[in-house]
């Protein structure tokens, strides 16, 4: 049924004659202030207080970690700056001292040791020489002795004797500056004996010292006054590069020497008379070049006022 034909009920009809005949009680009792239910459980502030002690407690603690934590850094700082001050002092006496005094100093630290323990042993009544034998091996003595008496023939052959004396001291420097590729010269040793062993002319021959080694007969590697095969070997370009270098620094030496006889300067123009004036000139330009050079390029264009 629609709500506009609903039948009035007897209790709807005294509560419109009563609204009729006086104010409407329900309004009032609206307009009265309500009381809240009381309920059994807490109240919400007695359930936070806990939770804020609890994040004042874990703020607190934060505080004092990261205090720690950058005392600790202001500790390591300190140290850090203390320990690089000292290097840097350290660093700068070092630059300081001249290390040609240190190795004087040191040498004739050793020398006075030296002279301190033969004399201790002269007092004692001891071999000096046997008794200073005692730390080392005969090895390493012998090596000493080899080294001392190398020392003294080098020291007696310094003096020019004549051309063939200094082409044999040319010589042994090449030597000595020479490296041997002994990896491939085991390989081309062990060609040849297979291929000789193969062709059947391998040959057993005994050296000076007792040793046997095998020799093929043609000479192709072993080559003797009679081998011819050493016109058919063609060297690596390694090897070709390493020749052309050194005779290029050869030449480079013997042009340098032929300039010094000759009075002549890798720096250039020749602005001195003598060595001494050289000198001079030297100490002059270390000193006043980087002030000069404006003016000495305007002297050379010709511009110069």
Same mark, same amino acid.
């Given at each position: 049924?629609p709500?506009?034909k609903?039948?009035?009920t007897?209790?709807?009809?005294?509560?419109?004659?009563?609204s009729?005949?006086?104010?409407?009680i329900?309004?009032?009792d609206?307009?009265l202030?309500?009381?809240?239910?009381?309920s059994?459980?807490?109240?919400?502030?007695?359930?936070?207080e806990?939770?804020?002690?609890?994040?004042?407690?874990d703020?607190?603690?934060k505080?004092?970690?990261r205090?720690?934590?950058?005392?600790?850094?202001?500790?390591?700082a300190?140290t850090?700056a203390?320990? !690089?001050?000292?290097?840097?002092?350290?660093?700068?006496?070092r630059?300081?001292t001249?290390?040609?005094?240190?190795?004087?100093?040191?040498r004739k630290?050793t020398?006075a040791?030296h !002279?301190?323990?033969?004399?201790?042993a002269e007092?004692?009544?001891e071999?000096?020489?046997?008794?200073?034998?005692?730390d080392?091996?005969?090895?390493?003595?012998?090596k000493w002795?080899?080294r001392l008496k190398k020392?003294d023939a080098?020291?007696?052959?310094?003096?020019?004797q004549?051309?063939?004396?200094d082409?044999?001291?040319?010589?042994?420097?090449?030597l000595?500056n020479l490296k041997?590729d002994?990896?491939?010269?085991?390989?081309?040793?062990m060609?040849a004996v297979?291929?000789?062993?193969?062709?059947?002319?391998?040959e057993?021959?005994?050296?000076?010292?007792?040793?046997?080694?095998a020799?093929d007969k043609d000479?192709?590697?072993y080559s003797?006054?009679?081998?011819t095969?050493?016109?058919e070997?063609?060297?690596?370009?390694d090897?070709?590069?390493?020749l052309v270098?050194?005779? /290029?620094?050869?030449?480079?030496a013997?042009?340098?020497k032929r300039?010094?006889?000759m009075? /002549?300067s890798?720096?250039?123009d020749?602005?001195?008379?003598?060595e001494? !004036?050289k000198?001079?000139n /030297?100490?002059?330009a270390?000193?006043y070049?980087k002030?000069t050079?404006e003016i000495?390029?305007s002297?050379?264009r010709g511009?110069?006022?």
């Open positions: 049924m709500p506009a609903k039948r009035k007897r209790a709807a009809a005294e509560r419109a004659e009563k009729n005949d006086g104010p409407d329900s309004k009032a609206s307009a202030p309500q009381q809240e239910p009381v059994a459980a807490p109240t919400t502030p007695t359930q936070t806990p939770s804020s002690a609890s994040s004042a407690a703020a607190a603690a505080a004092k970690e205090a720690e934590r950058f005392k600790a850094l202001q500790a390591r300190k850090g203390q320990k !690089n001050l000292k290097e840097a002092t350290l660093e700068s006496q630059l300081a001249d290390p040609n005094l240190l190795t004087s100093l040191n630290a020398i040791q !002279n301190l323990m033969k004399a201790d007092v004692a009544g071999d000096f020489e046997r008794k200073r034998a005692w080392w091996t005969i090895d390493e003595s012998e002795d080899k020392k080098h020291r007696d052959d310094q003096a020019f004549d051309y063939r004396q082409s044999r001291k040319v010589y042994k420097r090449q000595r041997p002994m990896d491939n010269y085991e390989k081309e040793k060609k297979e291929k000789a062993a193969a062709s059947g002319g391998l057993i021959v005994e050296t000076d010292d007792g040793e046997l080694v020799v000479g192709t590697f003797t006054a009679d081998s095969g050493f016109v070997h063609k060297p690596p370009k090897a070709i590069d390493r270098k050194d005779l /290029q620094q050869a030449e480079e013997r042009l340098k300039r010094e006889r009075g /002549q890798d720096d250039g020749v602005t001195y008379i003598n001494k !004036n000198t001079f /030297q100490k002059l270390r000193f070049n002030y050079a000495r390029d002297f050379e511009t110069m006022i």
